[in-house]
């Protein structure tokens, strides 16, 4: 592979792994973009593609304009046995096109919010209800904001990717143990590396004494650690195995042509000026369930920073 063939090597995988922070969901069009650029010559266009769609929302989808962010919703789903699947991650990317910076704003799943048409509930149950179309509304009055486009990952696909990756080397902070029903969580702490239901096992657990927020943090440190191996030239061999599994646990309402758009925008600029926070606020009890209640004027402030670039 030549220098240039590098040069888009590296940016492929900046956007592929920027993707990767929201659960393995930008990458698929951009991924399957660049791939087609370095190997154009050997391929017959015959690539998976993620699942479009627009989730039954009657609205129809406008044009991206350029001259403001471009919001972004990312959810990562959990599904239990035969229950709704709920939003176990919910994450709001912001794109300044002038700039081509790119923040990221995690809301805890416990986040206290108004559904439309169900009271006052977390966050995590609007897609339980009413899937995509409830989840954008309720953001978009909880953080009074209008959200341009979604991208939906599942956990199914999680560990496969880790997998295929041949795990993630990092540190585990502290020794972890949580079991339930459905749920088994048992890391030992130290340098390791992480195959894909231990990588799982990590970003899941929240049964300390930060819980949620806890939580996020390690999803923040995963996705450093995860660049990191992402970025291995050796990478470049499993993309057609990451664009396929993505493929199966991807739905998006962008197509081809904004997610190359967005890629290129981004395609030089460093991983690590991303600017990535949470929503401030504290924990509390409220008829004998536990909320993440935010401080409103810190959450105008995070949207006015890293949302709406004001």
Same mark, same amino acid.
Request: aromatic fraction near 10%; hydrophobic fraction near 35%.
């Given at each position: 592979?030549?220098?240039?063939?590098?040069? /888009?090597?590296?940016?492929?995988?900046?956007?592929?792994?920027?993707?990767?922070?929201?659960?393995?969901?930008?990458?698929?069009?951009?991924?399957?973009?660049?791939?087609?650029?370095?190997?154009?010559?050997? /391929?017959?266009?015959?690539?998976?593609?993620?699942?479009?769609? /627009?989730?039954?929302?009657?609205?129809?989808?406008?044009?991206?304009?350029?001259?403001?962010?471009?919001?972004?919703?990312?959810?990562?789903?959990?599904?239990?046995?035969?229950?709704?699947?709920?939003?176990?991650?919910?994450?709001?990317?912001?794109?300044?096109?002038?700039?081509?910076?790119?923040?990221?704003?995690?809301?805890?799943?416990?986040?206290?919010?108004?559904?439309?048409?169900?009271?006052?509930?977390?966050?995590?149950?609007?897609?339980?209800?009413?899937?995509?179309?409830?989840?954008?509304?309720?953001?978009? /009055?909880?953080?009074?904001?209008?959200?341009?486009?979604?991208?939906?990952?599942?956990?199914?696909?999680?560990?496969?990717?880790?997998?295929?990756?041949?795990?993630?080397?990092?540190?585990?902070?502290?020794?972890?143990?949580?079991?339930?029903?459905?749920?088994?969580?048992?890391?030992?702490?130290?340098?390791?590396?992480?195959?894909?239901?231990?990588?799982?096992?990590?970003?899941?657990?929240?049964?300390?004494?930060?819980?949620?927020?806890?939580?996020?943090?390690?999803?923040?440190?995963?996705?450093?650690?995860?660049?990191?191996?992402?970025?291995?030239?050796?990478?470049?061999?499993?993309?057609?195995?990451?664009?396929?599994?993505?493929?199966?646990?991807?739905?998006?309402?962008?197509?081809?042509?904004?997610?190359?758009?967005?890629?290129?925008?981004?395609?030089?600029?460093?991983?690590?000026?991303?600017?990535?926070?949470?929503?401030?606020?504290?924990?509390?009890?409220?008829?004998?369930?536990?909320?993440?209640?935010?401080?409103?004027?810190?959450?105008?402030?995070?949207?006015?920073?890293?949302?709406?670039?004001?």
């Amino acid at each position: 592979m030549g220098k240039r063939g590098r040069r /888009n090597y590296k940016k492929a995988l900046t956007v592929v792994v920027t993707a990767l922070i929201a659960f393995l969901c930008v990458t698929l069009g951009t991924g399957y973009f660049w791939w087609q650029q370095i190997y154009s010559a050997d /391929n017959n266009g015959d690539y998976p593609t993620p699942s479009y769609d /627009n989730d039954g929302e009657e609205e129809e989808k406008k044009e991206l304009d350029k001259d403001k962010p471009t919001i972004i919703m990312v959810l990562g789903l959990d599904q239990r046995r035969n229950e709704p699947a709920r939003a176990d991650t919910v994450m709001i990317f912001s794109m300044h096109w002038e700039t081509r910076q790119l923040n990221l704003v995690s809301i805890p799943r416990d986040t206290r919010v108004q559904i439309p048409g169900r009271g006052q509930e977390k966050i995590s149950h609007a897609h339980a209800y009413g899937e995509v179309s409830l989840t954008k509304e309720t953001l978009e /009055n909880f953080l009074d904001i209008e959200v341009d486009r979604y991208l939906v990952a599942n956990f199914d696909g999680f560990e496969n990717i880790v997998d295929i990756l041949g795990g993630v080397e990092m540190e585990v902070e502290k020794r972890m143990r949580y079991y339930a029903s459905d749920v088994t969580i048992d890391l030992y702490p130290g340098q390791q590396r992480l195959d894909g239901d231990k990588a799982l096992q990590y970003v899941r657990f929240r049964a300390d004494a930060k819980g949620d927020l806890g939580r996020v943090e390690r999803q923040q440190k995963f996705v450093k650690a995860f660049i990191d191996e992402a970025y291995q030239m050796r990478t470049i061999w499993k993309l057609p195995q990451l664009l396929g599994e993505l493929s199966q646990n991807v739905r998006t309402n962008m197509d081809l042509g904004e997610m190359r758009d967005f890629s290129k925008r981004i395609q030089d600029s460093e991983v690590e000026e991303i600017k990535t926070t949470t929503l401030p606020g504290y924990t509390d009890y409220i008829g004998g369930i536990s909320y993440f209640i935010a401080d409103e004027r810190e959450k105008r402030q995070v949207v006015e920073e890293y949302i709406l670039w004001e």
